[in-house]
């Protein structure tokens, strides 16, 4: 199992990113998939969970409203839209699938200043 995430970046608060996620080494459509976050000094916290045929979405309750995860099984590739970012968006962002054991990217670094 091998999880790239890309499009990480600094951006005003208020700005938008567009995270993506490459999946290889299992069969994406099969999965559900999340995103999680950590900022320095905290723990990860789960961000947003799509399953496997991207019908079903959930957010957590900081996010909802603002992100949109979406996934397209044809490029086995994850996304999350992040609009109205805020400062305490601010974190490394990693995509997550559980197969057999959980499976983490490196990680993109998110900065949200002004």
């Known amino acids: 199992v091998q999880l790239v995430e890309s499009g990480g970046g600094l951006v005003q608060p208020g700005g938008s990113l567009r995270l993506s996620c490459a999946a290889s080494?299992?069969?994406?459509?099969?999965?559900?998939m999340n995103w999680y976050r950590q900022a320095p000094g905290k723990e990860r916290e789960w961000v947003a969970g799509?399953?496997?045929?991207?019908?079903?979405?959930d957010y957590a309750s900081s996010v909802r409203g603002r992100f949109t995860i979406s996934r397209n099984n044809a490029k086995n590739t994850l996304y999350l839209q992040m609009n109205s970012l805020k400062p305490e968006d601010s974190a490394v962002y990693f995509c997550?699938?559980?197969?057999?054991?959980?499976?983490w990217g490196q990680g993109t670094q998110v900065t949200v200043s002004s």
């Open positions: 799509i399953s496997s045929a991207g019908a079903s979405t």
């Open positions: 080494g299992f069969i994406f459509n099969r999965y559900v």
């Open positions: 997550n699938v559980v197969v057999t054991n959980s499976h």
